[in-house]
């Protein structure tokens, strides 16, 4: 238990990701002893006193999708290669939610306030450096300057990532996107007309023979249908879309979500 107390520490003071598995009831015949645990981090285990390598599996495969969810849960294994059911408990401690803000104009001022009220570890890129600095985005976590799509590209994209393009023009929007779309973000909107987005999806589908549940995936145009007009009112929308997808509401998006 002194290294899974170790790993745990280690987890809080990083704020990493991670997954606390702990066994609440076994059948009779079932090798695993109540009350036994398992720290899964970075779909491995961390430090474990369960000792049975089928629950182990079982436990890894379940903590992704508890993580997923951001949702702690009691969930009732059936596993027949240990020799019946368990019922474990998986805590989920989830990495702190990210917001990439990609485009640093007008939108991005009012949205990585909110983030920042919200908690989010906010991240804003764009190429202009008259746009992207510190005076203009004094709360954002980071400020990054250089070509948008690229600097996508050499970033690490996690489930705990919710990524915002609000760029200046589809012509930034559109190669950004192709940066991310099969990232494991957990969120992806993109501003722009209806007619813009659909040329665009379109052209995914055509030249780059993406899969429909992919494309699926964006919310585009981005934001919750609440008709908005100032820049602080979409900031607001897009948001609110951002908290709905996390923690799994049902308001309407403009998307159609």
Same mark, same amino acid.
């Given at each position: 238990?002194?290294?899974?107390?170790? #790993?745990?520490?280690?987890?809080?003071?990083?704020?990493?990701?991670?997954?606390?598995?702990?066994?609440?009831?076994?059948?009779?015949?079932?090798?695993?002893?109540?009350?036994?645990?398992?720290?899964?981090?970075?779909?491995?285990?961390?430090?474990?006193?369960?000792?049975?390598?089928?629950?182990? =599996?079982?436990?890894?495969?379940?903590?992704?999708?508890?993580?997923?969810?951001?949702?702690?849960?009691?969930?009732?294994? #059936?596993?027949?290669?240990?020799?019946?059911?368990?019922?474990?408990?998986?805590?989920?401690?989830?990495?702190?939610?990210?917001?990439?803000?990609?485009?640093?104009?007008?939108?991005?001022?009012?949205?990585?306030?909110?983030?920042?009220?919200?908690?989010?570890?906010?991240?804003?890129? =764009? =190429?202009?450096?008259?746009?992207?600095?510190? *005076?203009?985005?004094?709360?954002?976590?980071?400020?990054?300057?250089?070509?948008?799509?690229?600097?996508?590209? #050499?970033?690490?994209?996690?489930?705990?990532?919710?990524?915002?393009?609000?760029?200046?023009?589809? $012509?930034?929007?559109?190669?950004?996107?192709?940066?991310?779309?099969?990232? *494991?973000?957990?969120?992806?909107?993109?501003?722009? /007309?209806?007619?813009?987005?659909?040329?665009?999806?379109?052209?995914?589908?055509? #030249?780059?023979?993406?899969?429909?549940?992919?494309? *699926?995936?964006?919310?585009?145009?981005?934001?919750?249908?609440?008709?908005?007009?100032?820049?602080?009112?979409? $900031?607001?929308?897009?948001?609110?879309?951002?908290?709905?997808?996390?923690?799994?509401?049902?308001?309407? /998006?403009?998307?159609?979500?």
């Amino acid at each position: 238990m002194s290294s899974l107390s170790a #790993e745990l520490v280690q987890i809080s003071e990083r704020g990493a990701a991670a997954v606390l598995a702990t066994v609440i009831e076994v059948d009779d015949g079932v090798g695993v002893a109540p009350g036994a645990k398992c720290l899964v981090r970075d779909g491995k285990v961390s430090a474990e006193t369960v000792g049975n390598a089928a629950v182990i =599996d079982a436990i890894i495969k379940e903590s992704d999708a508890r993580l997923r969810a951001e949702k702690s849960q009691l969930v009732a294994l #059936e596993i027949p290669a240990a020799g019946g059911k368990l019922e474990i408990f998986f805590e989920v401690m989830p990495a702190p939610p990210k917001l990439i803000v990609v485009g640093a104009g007008h939108i991005a001022v009012p949205l990585v306030e909110m983030a920042k009220v919200l908690d989010f570890h906010v991240t804003v890129i =764009d =190429d202009r450096l008259l746009y992207a600095n510190r *005076e203009r985005f004094p709360k954002a976590d980071e400020v990054l300057v250089g070509d948008m799509a690229q600097t996508l590209k #050499e970033m690490t994209i996690t489930p705990s990532c919710y990524i915002v393009l609000i760029t200046r023009g589809h $012509a930034y929007d559109e190669p950004c996107l192709r940066e991310i779309i099969h990232s *494991e973000a957990k969120y992806i909107g993109m501003i722009g /007309s209806k007619r813009r987005i659909k040329a665009c999806f379109q052209r995914f589908r055509d #030249e780059e023979k993406i899969a429909e549940e992919v494309i *699926e995936r964006v919310y585009a145009p981005v934001g919750l249908d609440i008709a908005t007009e100032t820049p602080a009112e979409i $900031a607001l929308a897009i948001l609110g879309e951002v908290i709905k997808v996390r923690r799994g509401g049902r308001a309407a /998006s403009l998307s159609g979500h």
